[in-house]
């Protein structure tokens, strides 16, 4: 099976949330597994120097945006044994961050209609084109409208897999004219319109022979009003196509046993590294170095999306607790400065680091008992996943991803691998915080709850055999 992964970034190019990761795993783990997955993504200019030596120019030429004639270059690369192919055009790509310009509509209608351009040349017309997020979510659309005479395109099923919903690429409606060169006719109910505008993922959700999100529960909530973020009556119309499929985790590059950037390695029948990364943490942040105080840790874009309004009602009566808090991340200036004047008020008990460091956050995961994620809406998260890989117990609110992922431990049956809450409150939060530290302070019951959260097997290779499945049963239709 030939599968083409169309993709805005991708770990270790560029990374700014989790889809990063997906488009580094399962391609990886599909090509484990004997097809040919290949990656195509942009050339962005904040790529590490040490991958652009190693591209390889395939060729250049132009294509037309509306009535621009925009240059289109393709560089290859192959690394861990997956093919690469980057789209390069400096005028689009070369900029400081990937995302948030005012013509995002424009750079990303050029990227999807470059790919479709480019896979006769790159001798790789897939059997499925794979996309994610608006920034492709119109190549469905394009393959069967705009690029419809090609007669090698027919039989390529196309796949959308959303990522968070609340990230739509809608912009006004005269770019399906002077980006995209479609007709006004698909700016209608069926295809793009919305509220007047035009809408990327309305457009790819309806078009693609398959729609996947990253998890089933929230496969399920996006159907209603409070998560499809104003697409949720689509969802419902598209249910027979929609799958909810877990994303994983990459276990050879997450490995407590071999990770580079911890200290000390450790292993579920051997947790004595994990004391020590405690006490290595505690002295790098300047945290009162002590093995017995639970030690909390959060990762996260400091956002209301990720719990942190609720969190921020509860801080001080959580940080009364005998606890350590070490915050990793950047996003809105009133929790940066929460974080900022917690670590400040409590110095030996908060550390906050408001800057992302894939180092750090794999010392993070490694060292501290308890991971906080109290989000309000979690497509599926990585992070409890990571988490539970190294041995840190999961708080998480029962949504999305961290519903199917953390099983709430039961003090009875000794079952279960984390501590939840179902209600978007910080009473709630609180009360599971309190479960835990309970649970903490009886060292044999803790320890089996983290070696029962490390023996949990969320590596890709589950759902990529899911994936597979779905991709030959489309292909049959």
Not at 131 to 147: G, M, Q
Not at 306 to 327: H, P, S, T
């Amino acid at each position: 099976m030939k599968i083409l992964f169309a993709t805005s970034e991708c770990y270790p190019f560029l990374k700014t949330g989790g889809l990063a990761d997906v488009a580094y795993a399962l391609p990886k783990a599909l090509k484990e597994k004997g097809e040919d997955c290949r990656v195509i993504l942009p050339n962005y200019g904040t790529i590490k120097e040490e991958y652009r030596n190693q591209m390889e120019h395939l060729f250049d030429t132009t294509i037309k945006v509306g009535w621009r004639e925009q240059y289109l270059g393709v560089k290859h690369l192959n690394h861990e044994g997956v093919d690469f192919y980057f789209i390069d055009n400096m005028y689009y790509f070369f900029r400081e961050t990937p995302y948030g310009y005012f013509d995002d509509g424009e750079r990303f209608s050029f990227f999807s209609q470059a790919i479709l351009e480019v896979l006769h040349r790159i001798g790789f017309v897939p059997d499925i084109l794979h996309c994610n997020d608006w920034h492709t979510a119109v190549i469905p659309v394009l393959i069967r409208t705009k690029y419809r005479w090609d007669k090698a395109f027919e039989k390529v099923k196309t796949v959308l897999t959303i990522h968070n919903m609340r990230f739509q690429g809608i912009f006004p409606p005269d770019v399906l004219g002077n980006l995209l060169g479609l007709g006004t006719e698909l700016l209608q109910d069926f295809c793009f319109e919305y509220y007047g505008n035009v809408n990327f993922l309305k457009g790819g959700i309806n078009y693609a022979d398959l729609v996947t999100t990253v998890s089933p529960t929230y496969a399920e909530e996006i159907k209603s009003e409070f998560y499809g973020e104003g697409l949720h009556g689509v969802m419902q119309k598209v249910s027979y196509k929609l799958k909810g499929i877990l994303n994983g985790v990459d276990y050879t590059l997450n490995d407590p046993e071999t990770d580079k950037d911890i200290p000390f390695h450790f292993s579920r029948e051997d947790l004595e590294g994990k004391l020590k990364d405690k006490l290595a943490l505690q002295k790098e942040l300047g945290l009162e170095v002590r093995g017995d105080v639970p030690m909390f840790g959060i990762i996260s874009r400091l956002t209301d999306q990720k719990g942190l309004d609720i969190l921020a009602e509860a801080i001080e009566e959580f940080l009364q607790q005998d606890l350590q808090l070490v915050v990793l991340g950047t996003g809105e200036r009133r929790y940066e400065d929460m974080f900022r004047y917690f670590s400040y008020k409590y110095p030996g008990k908060v550390s906050a680091n408001l800057r992302y460091n894939g180092e750090l956050a794999q010392k993070i995961y490694a060292a501290t008992d308890f991971f906080l994620m109290p989000s309000l809406f979690e497509p599926c998260g990585i992070s409890q996943l990571l988490a539970l890989r190294y041995g840190s117990v999961p708080i998480v609110r029962e949504t999305g991803g961290l519903k199917d992922t953390v099983l709430p431990y039961n003090k009875y049956t000794g079952e279960g691998i984390g501590f939840t809450f179902s209600n978007y409150d910080s009473y709630d939060m609180l009360q599971a915080v309190y479960r835990a530290l309970d649970a903490y302070r009886d060292k044999t019951a803790f320890r089996n709850i983290v070696k029962q959260g490390m023996a949990t097997d969320y590596s890709w290779t589950a759902s990529a055999e899911i994936y597979l499945t779905l991709f030959r049963e489309i292909l049959t239709r």
